[in-house]
């Protein structure tokens, strides 16, 4: 086990409060985050990281994400940036992790959003980047930008460290406020040609590189989104039943007695149960199975319909709680927004994901369906 959450975990519980109204991580759960080992878990061996599994670190993030899922969404983030950028040049990764492999590493590459302008040497960087989660705390930040024109016009990525990059706090939202993440402004910035790789790198294999580097992005990007979900959705269950434990009816009996009360408790948690599944066995895969089409598109449909279960079945939730869920300090309504906010990531958007395992499905018959 390369991820030790226990003392993350007790902080997380006691900085919530603080988290959300802050609408950031604090630096002492940051430094947390890093002491648990997110940071470093898919760094490569060769610069001290751990390289490790899909299973472990999403089930530690969900394990987070019962405390505070804001908390769960940078740590998850904080990891996954780590393996895009170890697709960098050995002299870009030697210059983000030759001193330690904890590093902090947020990142803005979805949507394509900058310029970059070839220069000797490398690149100058210009643009504005949107939602970038947990970058008042990243040491580097990965950003996506346009090069070329015409038929040559390409997207790249490029890492850029802290002290040249400036951060507008523009996060305000309705779940997941305590992920910071806000908006990035470069203005011509010189980035050198090894802290570059384009998008077409990523998953590309490479013989001798680690498990975690050569699949492919599509397999594992959802999972970085899914787990927080999945943990708020686990503790929104808990809470939910002990409220409804503690109401009475009109009729003064307990509300846990009634029919409507006890579908709802059946269902959700077999939604809950049900998404957990899904997502164990999209690590698996992810982890241990040969990748062919069908397998990524398969990862991509598991982790889009867990991320649907957990939304209707804390929805159900909230919609049976009662009055006291809907007011400003109720657990439950947090844990609603966090997974309501989680799930309308584009990342595990079910209709996508249906039509790229529709084309894989098809044309494949007998390997699967």
């Not at 998850?76 to 170890?86: F, I, Q």
């Amino acid at each position: 086990m390369s991820l030790d959450t226990a003392p993350l975990i007790a902080l997380a519980q006691t900085s919530t409060d603080v988290v959300e109204h802050e609408r950031r991580l604090t630096p002492e759960v940051a430094e947390a985050v890093t002491a648990a080992g997110f940071a470093r878990h898919f760094v490569p061996k060769q610069w001290y990281g751990s390289a490790g599994s899909f299973a472990e670190v999403a089930q530690a993030a969900a394990a987070v994400g019962e405390v505070c899922a804001s908390t769960a969404w940078c740590a998850a983030l904080y990891a996954a940036h780590g393996r895009l950028a170890a697709h960098l040049p050995y002299e870009g990764q030697r210059d983000l992790w030759s001193h330690s492999p904890d590093v902090r590493i947020a990142a803005a590459v979805i949507p394509t959003a900058g310029e970059a302008e070839a220069v000797e040497d490398g690149w100058n960087l210009t643009g504005v980047w949107n939602l970038a989660s947990g970058v008042d705390h990243a040491h580097w930040i990965l950003l996506s930008a346009w090069t070329g024109a015409g038929e040559a016009r390409s997207g790249r990525i490029f890492a850029v460290p802290r002290s040249r990059f400036e951060v507008d706090h523009t996060w305000n939202s309705l779940g997941l406020r305590g992920t910071g993440s806000n908006t990035v402004h470069v203005e011509r910035v010189f980035v050198p040609a090894h802290r570059t790789f384009t998008l077409a790198d990523l998953g590309h294999e490479e013989p001798g590189r680690e498990r975690c580097h050569r699949v492919p992005y599509q397999l594992v990007g959802a999972a970085q989104f899914v787990a927080p979900a999945l943990g708020a959705a686990r503790r929104a269950l808990r809470e939910w039943a002990e409220l409804t434990m503690a109401r009475v009816r009109l009729d003064g009996r307990p509300a846990h007695t009634a029919a409507g009360a006890q579908e709802v408790l059946a269902r959700a948690s077999a939604e809950i149960h049900a998404a957990g599944l899904l997502v164990r066995h999209a690590l698996e895969r992810a982890d241990l199975a040969e990748i062919t089409p069908l397998v990524v598109a398969e990862n991509v449909r598991d982790f889009s319909m867990a991320a649907e279960l957990c939304a209707g079945a804390v929805g159900r939730l909230m919609r049976s709680a009662g009055s006291r869920a809907q007011v400003a300090d109720s657990p439950l309504q947090r844990r609603w927004r966090d997974v309501m906010a989680a799930t309308a990531h584009a990342a595990v958007d079910f209709e996508a994901a249906a039509a790229l395992y529709a084309r894989a499905g098809f044309t494949a018959p007998g390997a699967g369906l």
